[in-house]
């Protein structure tokens, strides 16, 4: 079974700053998928970024960009600039290549200050 | 794109009655929706996943006679709590799956259940 695990439960970080999360997974699967979703106070759960285990670049999508280092099984998320909307519960996720079932590590609760 | 939708957003019944929540695909056919409930402050936890048109699969551990799923066309799924009581007061979240397994699942809005 797979298991993803993030052992820090809250962070807190200065507007503009740049801020990482972490996050490490157990898996004997090759073919994998790893996602970073946001939940902030609305409770809406906002895909925020995602890796396919056979890509060796790391993904990017504006301020938010991943390390995966696939033979450590980590997979951190670093948030550049960050703004006061940035302030949400993250979760970092895995889905095994052939099914569809997500796991989902505990969250991190991210508090920026102005 | 990609937009799925909750229906209610919150619902309070009392203790002994059923409750439906409705999960849409708005833009998108889902052929497979996900349950999911969540405690405060805490992650979620996979109830059910439902194709449409064949019986839903259920996580170790849920009832499947008390949080009936049903997933009858590309676009709705339904979850019912049936004879609720107050331990079933949570939040449940549904996500919807495009089309093929690459596929990236997207999330409704939730809904949050009391029961009195």
């Known amino acids: 079974a797979q298991t993803v695990t993030q052992s820090q439960p809250e962070m807190s970080v200065q507007e503009a700053e740049t801020v990482t999360l972490s996050c490490t997974y157990d898996?004997?699967?090759?073919?994998?998928?790893l996602f970073w979703y946001k939940q902030p106070p609305s409770r809406q759960m906002i895909l925020v970024i995602r890796?396919?285990?056979?890509?060796?670049q790391n993904a990017t999508e504006n301020r938010f960009s991943v390390n995966f280092q696939k033979a450590a099984k980590s997979f951190s998320l670093k948030i550049s600039d960050s703004q006061l909307g940035d302030t949400a519960m993250y979760f970092c996720?895995?889905?095994?290549?052939?099914?569809?079932?997500?796991?989902f590590g505990k969250g991190i609760t991210l508090s920026v200050r102005p | 794109g990609a937009v799925v939708s909750q229906h209610p957003s919150r619902v309070i019944c009392k203790s002994g009655t059923s409750v439906k929540i409705e999960c849409r695909s708005l833009d998108f056919q889902a052929t497979t929706m996900f349950w999911y409930r969540q405690f405060p402050k805490q992650s979620l936890m996979l109830m059910a996943t439902s194709n449409e048109g064949s019986k839903a699969t259920y996580e170790q551990g849920v009832e499947k006679d008390k949080f009936l799923i049903n997933h009858a066309s590309l676009t709705l799924s339904t979850l019912t709590v049936t004879s609720a009581h107050p331990e079933d007061s949570s939040f449940y979240i549904c996500s919807a799956r495009p089309g093929s397994s690459t596929d990236t699942q997207y999330f409704g809005p939730g809904t949050r259940l009391t029961v009195l």
């Open positions: 996720a895995f889905r095994n290549g052939a099914n569809s079932k997500l796991t």
């Open positions: 898996t004997s699967e090759s073919n994998y998928y």
């Open positions: 890796q396919e285990a056979y890509k060796q």
